[in-house]
């Protein structure tokens, strides 16, 4: 069974940077799509970043221009950088992939921003 784990979570100040990093097992990594979710309290989970097997990325609008995505097949490994960090990036960013017919997620890591 697939399996990721999601780390990098933190409190940081507004316009400040984290990396959120989730490494995969259990799958042939470097033929999926990746992607990061995030959901607030009270607030529907939201797509933020995809990117897939030839690495084109997909951003939402609220995140371009501040987030990027990569992948480490190497490391089955996705990161989203993440810069210029605003109060409501706050979130639980969870890591996702579809194989087959089943979605997978992460855990979920948590980053708060915040003065």
């Known amino acids: 069974q697939v399996q990721l784990v999601e780390s990098g979570g933190a409190l940081v100040q507004p316009g400040g940077s984290l990396r959120l990093s989730c490494v995969a097992s259990?799958?042939?990594?470097?033929?999926?799509?990746m992607s990061w979710y995030r959901q607030a309290p009270g607030s529907q989970r939201e797509l933020v970043a995809s990117i897939n097997s030839g690495s084109r990325t997909f951003y939402v609008d609220s995140v371009k221009g501040r987030f990027t995505i990569s992948r480490d097949n190497a490391k089955n490994t996705v990161y989203l950088q993440m810069n210029s960090l605003k109060p409501e990036d706050t979130a639980v960013y969870y890591c996702?992939?579809?194989?087959?017919?089943?979605?997978?997620w992460g855990q979920g890591t948590q980053v708060t921003v915040s003065s």
């Open positions: 996702n992939t579809q194989v087959g017919r089943s979605d997978y």
């Open positions: 259990r799958m042939l990594f470097s033929i999926y799509t």
